[in-house]
């Protein structure tokens, strides 16, 4: 040491890169009890700290002089800084580089462990004085991360313990990125170590909220990192399933529940995407090996569902925690197929997030969309959409809102136009929003025309909302231009539907002022024939309802002696008045009569070929055409699996044939026609002999 103080040979000072070690080693000796080795520790720092100086000297920096002027007065008086533990290191601590800091901090941490062979005590000191060095610069903190990991349980003295948690907090506040990523990586599990590391590293709000800002921000970009979730092995957590565990740590402490709240939002949808991800992996997984359901209890998917429980429990929403947890709602978000039903509940649950929460969130949301990021686009639209019940929104975020749910109404995908829709109920539903939708009203009737029944279901309950809240002339135009297009519906092939459809029919009968009654009175008589005929729907709730919107429609007609007929529910006579007023349109009701030949249900068949038969006598017998085509629809009919429709199609085909071949003095298309009312009854002796074995 004495040589290297005074004949400092090396060209360059990357030459020497021990001398925080060195240094450290030393210092820790200055507490050995025998005397000859404190005594050499001594002279060895101070031939170290000459030799130190000489090195900085010679470094090409502006405190070359001052390094100089330090080392003349260090060998003038040799013992002016020695005089005790935390001495040696503020002297040194002064003058160490980043990479010479660290290394003497490691050398202290090292010395705290029960197995070292020097005083912890000693070591506690050296490491609360380098903590204290003005302008403290520290490189390499992962090492002293890692060391802290691998050394935490070897030290149980309690002072070493809390010099310890002060410098893991001053790490953790001055390198909390280099600090969150190393921790994530000593343990995938979020081991019992781990664990106490989080809890010491969020026990003071100042370095809780760069923390939680670092693991927030691992989960919010999944996609720019290099470990992206898809391009993991199969059994290896992703990097952020380890910051979820490590959320999951922090939540269950309570002194972090402040900074947890002003953290929320961000937090709340870091989360909501992670279990996204999480679930589409799994999925992904479950695919490609054939397996079921692997939702094991500590499986990836649970436990980003438990650290989603786990944040609206710290934040102060056990409210919501209960909600979700009936009925196995929390489910719903484990599973792939239902994943977006979940996202959906879990939003509901959440209106009552105050007003710069829910900006917050739907700002980021529609960041997400614009983005068009297909892994989280879905849960994105399933959470914008429920967070719509809020009731103040402000104005400017309102109209991005309008213009995003246009947008949300034409997507190709089938679930983001139902979500959309069920956004579109939950706007409807408060009145004062009513005014800025009608300019969706196109989109939402657009969806009438869909395949899907959930779809179009859910458009009408969209528009039956969007009339009530109208004001009477918007109501009246839009009502016409929804009866045009609900229409096609009356006969769909589920019956809830044309309960739907006919219900919302019968409402807009209510809206129509002048001048759209001239238009709206050609739907009305429209939707005639197909309510005549599905009152012998099979189904007692659709029947009814079209006999009350026939009742509706004679009084929207003004037609009083329909009004009596529809009252008594005399289905023929009603056919008989209709058909005779409004002879004219004769082929318009046969052409919307022979629509119901096909239906599936027996009676419907039955009534459609008695109404064909009723409207025939509209027809004169120049129309050869027009009556071969009803013959070759009912000739369909007489291979029907039902003997009464047989029967019935059977003979009204002789009936009409025998009238085109009959001169006009003979017999009229009415007696014949008459016969087919008089013959087509239970007692009708054809019918009873088609009906025996």
Not at 181 to 187: A, E, I, V, Y
Request: with cysteine; aromatic share 6%; charged share 20%.
């Amino acid at each position: 040491m004495e040589f290297m103080g005074s004949q400092c040979k090396f060209q360059e000072v990357e030459e020497f890169s021990v001398l925080g070690q060195l240094v450290g080693c030393l210092t820790l000796c200055c507490a050995e009890l025998e005397q000859e080795i404190w005594q050499l520790a001594v002279e060895g720092l101070h031939h170290v700290y000459s030799f130190m100086l000489q090195l900085k000297s010679k470094m090409p920096v502006n405190h070359g002089a001052e390094y100089r002027q330090l080392l003349h007065d260090s060998q003038t008086e040799r013992a002016f800084w020695v005089t005790n533990i935390s001495n040696i290191t503020s002297i040194f601590g002064e003058y160490f580089d980043t990479s010479e800091c660290m290394d003497f901090l490691l050398v202290a941490l090292n010395g705290m462990r029960d197995s070292s062979i020097h005083d912890a005590l000693t070591a506690t000191k050296m490491l609360h004085t380098i903590l204290e060095v003005p302008g403290l610069s520290l490189g390499r903190v992962s090492e002293a991360v890692k060391n802290i990991y691998n050394h935490l349980d070897s030290i149980s003295t309690p002072l070493a313990r809390q010099e310890l948690h002060r410098a893991l907090l001053l790490l953790g506040y001055r390198f909390s990125k280099e600090v969150v990523g190393t921790l994530l990586g000593c343990s995938l599990s979020c081991d019992s170590v781990a664990a106490e590391m989080w809890k010491m590293l969020t026990s003071q709000p100042k370095t809780t909220r760069k923390i939680l800002g670092e693991l927030v921000s691992m989960l919010q970009e999944p996609a720019r990192r290099k470990h992206q979730l898809s391009e993991r092995p199969a059994g290896v957590p992703p990097l952020a399933l380890q910051a979820t565990r490590a959320l999951y740590v922090i939540l269950q402490e309570q002194a972090c529940r402040q900074e947890v709240k002003e953290l929320f939002p961000q937090l709340y949808v870091a989360l909501l995407f992670h279990v996204t991800h999480t679930v589409q992996y799994t999925a992904s997984q479950e695919r490609e090996h054939n397996q079921e359901d692997t939702a094991a209890p500590l499986s990836p998917v649970r436990f980003a569902v438990k650290a989603m429980e786990a944040l609206l429990l710290c934040a102060g929403y056990k409210e919501q925690v209960t909600f979700m947890m009936r009925h196995g709602r929390w489910d719903l978000l484990m599973s792939s197929d239902t994943h977006h039903k979940g996202v959906c509940l879990l939003g509901r649950a959440m209106v009552s997030l105050n007003f710069q929460e829910r900006n917050w969130i739907f700002h980021h949301l529609m960041a997400i969309l614009n983005d068009r990021d297909d892994r989280r686009y879905v849960p994105a639209v399933a959470l914008f959409i429920q967070l719509l019940q809020g009731p103040d929104l402000d104005n400017e975020l309102e109209d991005a809102i309008v213009e995003e749910m246009s947008r949300l109404l034409r997507d190709p995908k089938t679930v983001v136009r139902w979500l959309a829709l069920k956004g579109l109920l939950n706007l409807a539903l408060l009145p004062e929003k009513v005014g800025k939708l009608q300019r969706l009203l196109p989109d939402v009737l657009e969806r009438l025309q869909e395949v899907d029944r959930d779809l179009i279901r859910k458009a009408i309950a969209v528009l039956k909302h969007l009339l009530a809240g109208m004001d009477r002339q918007s109501a009246s135009c839009a009502a016409v231009q929804v009866a045009e297009q609900l229409l096609p519906l009356f006969d769909d092939v589920t019956s809830k539907l044309r309960v739907l459809s006919i219900t919302l029919f019968k409402d807009l009968l209510e809206f129509v002022r002048w001048p759209d009654r001239s238009e709206m009175k050609e739907h009305v008589l429209q939707s005639l024939v197909p309510m005549l005929l599905l009152v012998h729907d099979e189904r007692p709730n659709v029947s009814q309802v079209c006999w009350d919107t026939l009742s509706s429609a004679a009084q929207f007609l003004r037609w009083h002696q329909l009004s009596g007929l529809i009252q008594h529910k005399e289905t023929w006579r009603i056919c008989d008045c209709l058909v005779t007023r409004y002879n004219g349109r004769a082929d318009d009701f046969l052409c919307q009569t022979m629509a119901f030949l096909q239906n599936p249900q027996t009676p419907v068949r039955e009534a459609a070929i008695r109404f064909l038969g009723l409207t025939s006598r509209q027809l004169d017998q120049g129309s050869q055409d027009k009556l071969d085509a009803i013959c070759d629809n009912l000739k369909g009919l007489q291979q029907d699996s039902m003997s009464s429709v047989r029967c019935l199609a059977s003979q009204t085909i002789f009936i009409l044939e025998a009238f085109k071949n009959q001169p006009p003095a003979c017999c009229s298309l009415w007696t014949l026609v008459h016969r087919i009312t008089r013959m087509c009854t239970a007692e009708s002796p054809l019918i009873e002999a088609a009906q025996l074995p």
